[in-house]
């Protein structure tokens, strides 16, 4: 196993990409290719909490807190449109973005790397839907001034097996996920944890034509 040094902070967000979801159900969760998005300024997260507290002799005798997705603001340069035409389930012909109202927007998964001080964590959201996206449009006076997009994300879990968020860290000394691992992990997204990972439904059943010895 390789010396892993300490982790001492976050310092850059990179290589988003998307994979638009095909499948969700009982046999597994499918995707197409993922598409790496280029220029990400900034990614937000704000957990979304379900909450209930049990009360009994006057008092608070037990609460109950669980995450069921994120709501994620993700700042960029400008996302293609071919790819933000798909997200919302809009018509892209021919270098023309037709919007409808009954355009029905289309779920993907969203995955990134963030660079550490000492390594790198790479984070996939396997379902997710997009709202409509912000843009900043700025004139150029005496000093240029950058446009950017800003998309609204909500993520939430899979149907197949409840999972809403997969997290790689290669800081982590008790495993073998490296830096050289990266590439591979954000390749596709980790419909099933890799081997090794805390699943904690036991009822979670691996893909059709995947292993416990895979």
């Known amino acids: 196993m390789n010396e892993k040094k300490k982790v001492v902070a976050r310092i850059n967000v990179r290589d988003v990409r998307i994979a638009f979801l095909v ?3 009982s046999e597994g969760a499918t995707y197409e ?3 790496l998005i280029p220029g990400t300024m900034q990614i937000q997260l704000a957990p979304r909490v379900a909450s209930a507290a049990l009360h009994g002799d006057g008092r608070a005798r037990h609460q109950e807190n ?3 997705g994120y709501d994620v603001t993700f700042d960029h340069n400008m996302i293609p449109p071919q790819v933000l035409s798909k997200m919302k ?3 892209y012909i021919n270098g023309i973005r037709r919007s409808n109202v009954n ?3 289309k779920e993907f998964a969203m995955g990134w790397v963030v660079d550490l ?3 790198v964590e790479v984070t996939w959201l396997p379902k997710c839907l997009a709202s409509p996206s912000n843009k900043n449009i700025q004139q150029t006076t005496d000093t240029v001034n950058y446009s950017t997009d800003s998309l609204t994300v909500a993520s939430f879990p899979l149907e197949y097996n409840g999972d809403y968020e997969y997290i790689a860290d290669t800081t982590d000394t008790e495993s073998d996920f490296n830096e ?4 591979e992990f954000l390749k596709t ?3 099933v944890p890799p081997e090794g990972s805390i699943v904690p439904a036991e009822d979670n059943a691996l893909p059709t034509g995947i292993t416990e010895d895979s």
């Open 23 to 25: 499948t969700d159900g």
């Open 33 to 35: 290719d993922s598409i």
């Open 66 to 68: 669980r995450v069921s």
């Open 89 to 91: 389930g809009q018509k």
């Open 103 to 105: 355009a029905q927007p």
């Open 117 to 119: 001080i000492g390594g």
């Open 180 to 183: 050289s691992d990266v590439a």
């Open 189 to 191: 997204v980790p419909a």
